[in-house]
């Protein structure tokens, strides 16, 4: 399920060191890398070697770049067994005491060492003892950038969300001209593009790691590039900085996300004539029909108007001898707005779900229901090996 | 059901929206950019002339205009009226014939491409056999002679173009019967002349490059007389009278030869003079001589000046009895004729009309020390390089005859003479209203020009540099040649590229047409109020200095100097004469300024800030510095990054110079040679651009970039700024970064204005967070409605505000369209242009939209003009799209920053450093030529054809002409190439415009395409 790190082929050590950290304590034991067996085998042995047999718990790890990321299922178990070099470091909680912020991309850059980690998962908190836990609105979780409509685009597509607010970082990348090759019933055509042409180290796009240099940019916040030039794309880009939303074709097609037959849209395999179907348009992809087939998705679909009218960075006024404060919304009913007519809000704090498939089902844990949760499971899978054009 | 009616309210919107928008591109005023050609019928009284880009353009009576485009883009050389009839035959540089004419249709005529023809010689034969180097429009009206490089005339039946073989004259017909001992074993190489017998029409002159002329029978298909010219040959003239005939040489030579059939062969000159003999001349390209009535002839030729001390300049000498004058022009001689008077345009030579690269001059030939006659049409805009524009509509009637009045003293140099060209009738109504475009230029003066119709003629012209001191001596009269100079050199034509101090180039111009202030500011901070006297008047100009960093620490300005003031008086002449001036520090390019003729208070900007002046007690009243103190580009001089593209750009024009110099014409492997260097300059230029690929970051704008604090738009406004019942009067201004700053005005009462000081307090400040640059501010009424101008409610002419319902805001960003509630700043509505399709805005204005339908409907809605070259039409206060047309390309830069708009949605923006396309955006009004050509009667038979003089198909010059544009086009794709590169980028052409602020010479030097825009890009605002 996990899509985001190339699982690497070749290993040549056999043996994974393990260290775990339940409460204060510390196991240590070993795994054959070759064959690390099932999640739930590694749970019962996670519980047998800790004495736990009856506590339910949630299983996190420290990766390469220092992330808490979750075990929870056969995929991320497997990615975290491959991936760790030379010991694998685990960390435990009880379930009913888990605390699922912890867990993200950032978490341990800012804490920087899995010690300090460790003392954030350990430190008393006040509202431990006080299930459910309360979940706040929307507005007050601050979204980070991710990958988004992952349902309702070709697999081959991927619109990833810049999100900058609030951050120093830079947006950090660069693009230019360039040409593709297109499937069209005439055959191959090659045709213009903008492609993502270079990175800056430590900003924003390199950091998610969401995007790479080659990609090709076909939308920008909803709005295709195609026919427009490369002073265009650039200023749309600019202009909507603040809550940059591309979609693109990525260089590198083997990280894509495969759907079933039966999810929205209505992909069958992995099959390079998918990637004729390059319109890639918001719009045709949500179709009524798309739409009832899928009705717990689609909340989570793009909507330029909804992002214009809710995400917008707000003016300052700096009134005379005051200070400077947000200028609000004149009253509704005053005048005509230019946005939309109302539509299910956006709400950035479900995108989390799909940004990264591993963290993403712990931490909606509570937050989805479970049914949804099944289907989502049954819908995504993995394909390493799809290339397309 | 809601969703239904609002689809019925949609339709209904967009039949109004038939009503009250149409797009057209009405006229080009000005001089056409690149002429190559030029052709004149007498008994149409037309003029044509054709461009290097394929254009032609014909101009009659003042009015009268038309103007056609060849498809192929192809240089026009040559264009023969058809004689007699309203066809024209065009030869362009590809070799192709293009027949037009003027076809009435609905009591309009229009201008028609009716056919095209290519010369196809025998199967197998060289391409120069075929290449047209003189063309003769037969005075039968039938036949077309051409002459070709290989020697041969083919003659073509016209208008059909059919080819009549068996008229054809080979070469070899004529050096069969050439004496052997002059053929020798040279060729006689191409036609250079073709020319009919005035008196027999039956009879045609060919003239060919190695100096041999041939007089041929067209009937007997024989020659009857050689005349066995030595010189390479550039034109031949063949007398009124039939008897005899001049050529002219490459040497600066012309000969005179006798036309007599009894000596069939004539191998000396008559006469052989070179006028500006002993030294080598330079060639005489055309030559004429024509008769008067009571008197000596007028000889008139062009070139022949001595080669070593005068090689450079561009003359033609005007031959009368003892008057001898040489006319030097400021630019390249294209082709020149003369108009002559009578019902048959056979009389006495009345003027000569000049085409040179710049300009048309009309030199009255009949007059005492024939003096220039001024054009109605086709004027030099560019005398100077145009650096800014301002459009006022409908100028009261008073302020009209005073400025025509004080244009008329400084028109007293002019021949009094009417205008010589009058053909067609113009049909068009007359204009609405009185309209004033002002252009301000980078020798520092403004033109103020008549806009109310087609023609966009001259009405005063304004001169800021008096008011300061420059290199230039004022008594430096250029058109004084020193007593007994030989050859007598007089001066003609206005077109004057060199600035004396490019610091004097006008930035801004504002003009009340109320009260008659205008203020101009400048490119080194310097802002000029005037005001209209109708008398001379002696002054001294105090400047005010205004420090606009506000004693910021830890800046170094780096930039150009402040311009000296002269301190003694100065006497200004009738018209527009300053008063005030105020000097910036640091004395960087005025950005925006802002008059307020009621309050008498200007407002200026640069990229460190902002003030405000009352000219009326000539004291500042308020500074505002914005530079971001982290902001070092503001204050430093140009980037060493540009000055490297300046450097290259040098280098590239020079190695074509160089070129240029060793090319000789009618060198075959020319050609060859050209493509060559050609190639690989555009490899040279495309690997430059290749080793650093085109890419652009994508960062989101900071308020730490530079020229965050370049003011962009001043704007004034009575309305509530702190409280919602008390309004007040306010300055607002708006940044670069995306800020904009309001302060309340207290302007004492009238009585007491001298007395009490005029003060200003800062009341509100938004910051924009998508920091796009503020290009216009907008306050609009309880109704919805801009606020008048200032003095417009005083006369009458605008409704007084609506002062009751709430004001609004509306901030004019490069990205976004924001309406804000005030006193209380509260965002109402907005829309996005740059998020959704990728342009920006450029130009805005408010216009006043009047339906066709409803009299008495119209709407004022917001004019803009993106980087794409769009134009759109944006509903106030709503804010919503009404319509979009495509208007200029988009990689014309400087044709997209020079657009002015007028309050009636018609516009002006430059297709050339020379040109105003209008266009108009509005359904009601509409200004565009209407005029009729008929073709005249004939009152000859063909057997004795009325024999009006022609202009002259010009071989030599023609030939000449080919060279040269070979080179020039050579250097245009060079610069194409180059400006491709560097126009791609708007930051790097903002820096090489200003770095070339300091160094603009040797852009001017080469014409270069983007010079009128210097400092434009950096001051949209209006």
Sequence with gaps: ?389 | MKRFRRHGHDSQRDKLKQDLYHFNKTVEHGFPHQPSSLGYSPSLELLAIGTRSGAIKLYGAPGVEFMGLHDENAAVTQIHFLPHQVELVTLLDDNSLHMWTLRAHQGLSELLEIGRFTLTGPPGALPCVTRVTAVLAHSSGELLLLGTEGGHVFVVEVPGFQELEKLNISVEDVQSSVPEEYIGRRSLECVEALQENPLNPRQVLIGYGRGLLVLWDLDRRCALQHFLGTQQLESVWWMEDGGSLLSSHSDGSYCHWTVSTDTAVQAEPDKQETPYGSFPCKAISKILQLPTRHGPPFLIFSGGMPRASFGDRHCISVIHSKTHVALDFTSRIIDFFIIREGAQHKGDPSALVVLVEEELVVVDLQSEGWPVIQTPYLVPLHCSAITCSHHVSSIPLKLWERILAAGQLQNTHYSRKPWPINGGQNLAPDPPQRDLLLTGHEDGTVRFWDASGVCLSPMYKLSTSGVFLTDADPNDNMNQGAEGEWPPFRKVGCFDPYSDDPRLGIQKIHLCKYSGYLTVAGTAGQILVMELNDEAAEQTVEPTVVDLLQGQEGFRWKGQARLDVRDEPVTFPPGFQPFALVQCQPPAVVTAIALHSEWKLVAFGTSHGFGLYDYQQKNSVLVRCTLNPNDQLALEGPLSRVKSIKKSLRQSFRRIRRSRVSMRKHQTNNAAKLQEINARLEAEALQEMELAPVQRKIEARSSDDSFTGLVRTLYFADTFLSDSSHNSPSLWAGTNGGAVYAFMLRVPPVERRMEDQVTAHPVKEIQLMHRAPVVGLVVLDGRGVPLPEPLEVAHDLARSPDMIGAHHLLVVSEEQFKLFTLPKVSSKTKLKLTATDGSRVRRVGVAWFGSVRVEDYGENNLVILTNQGDLHVISMPALKMQIHYPCIRKEDVSGIASCVFTKHGQGFYLISPSEFERFSLSARWLVEPRCLVEAPPRTHSSSHPDHTHRDQPDGAATEHRICREDTEEFENSARQVMEHALLNDEQVLQEIQKSLEGDQTVLLENNMKTKPSVGQVLSNGD
């Design chain 1, 1 to 389: 399920m996990n899509k985001n790190h190339r699982v690497p082929s070749n290993r040549t050590l056999s043996a994974v060191e393990v260290k775990s950290k339940f409460g204060a304590e510390f196991r240590r034991f070993s795994l054959d890398r070759s064959k690390p067996g099932r999640f739930d085998e590694f749970y019962g042995l996670l519980q047998h070697v800790h004495r736990i047999p009856n506590v339910d718990l949630l299983v996190g790890y420290a990766d390469v770049h220092g992330d808490l990321l979750p075990i929870n299922n056969d995929d991320n178990y497997h990615k975290a067994i491959s991936t760790a070099t030379p010991l694998l470091r685990l960390f435990l909680q009880r379930k009913e005491e888990a605390d699922n912020s912890a867990f993200g991309t950032d978490s341990l850059t800012r804490k920087k060492s899995p010690a300090a980690l460790a003392a954030v998962l350990l430190r008393p908190d006040a509202n431990r003892k006080k299930p459910p836990v309360i979940i706040s609105l929307p507005r007050d979780f601050r979204p980070v950038s991710s990958i988004i409509d992952v349902d309702i685009l070709p697999e081959t597509h991927r619109r990833v969300r810049l999100y900058k607010h609030g951050q120093e970082k830079p947006l950090g990348f660069y693009i230019r001209d360039g040409s593709s090759v297109r499937v069209t019933p005439q055959g191959l055509e090659k045709v213009p593009g903008i492609f993502i042409s270079r990175m800056v180290p430590g900003g924003l796009a390199e950091s998610t790691g969401l995007l790479a240099v080659n990609d090709e940019v076909l939308e920008v916040n909803g709005i295709e590039v195609a026919g427009k030039s490369l002073d265009q794309v650039t200023d749309m880009m600019i202009a909507n900085s603040h809550n940059l939303i591309i979609t693109v074709k990525p260089a590198n097609q083997r990280n894509n996300v495969v759907r079933n037959a039966n999810s929205g849209g209505g992909a069958t395999s992995g099959s390079s004539g998918r990637s004729s179907d390059s319109g890639t348009s918001f719009y045709g992809y949500s179709a009524p029909g798309a739409m009832a087939m899928t009705p717990s998705h689609i909340i989570q679909n793009f909507r330029p108007e909804e992002v214009e009218s809710e995400d917008d960075e707000e003016d300052l006024v700096i009134e005379a001898g005051g200070e400077a404060k947000l200028i609000p919304k004149a009253p509704a009913g005053a005048t005509a707005s230019t946005s939309m007519p109302a539509l299910p809000r956006y709400e950035p704090h479900l995108n989390l779900r799909t940004s990264n498939g591993a963290m993403a089902t712990s931490t909606s844990v509570g937050s989805l229901s479970a049914p949804d949760r099944g289907q989502e499971r049954q819908n995504l899978e993995e394909d390493g090996t799809v290339i397309t054009l």
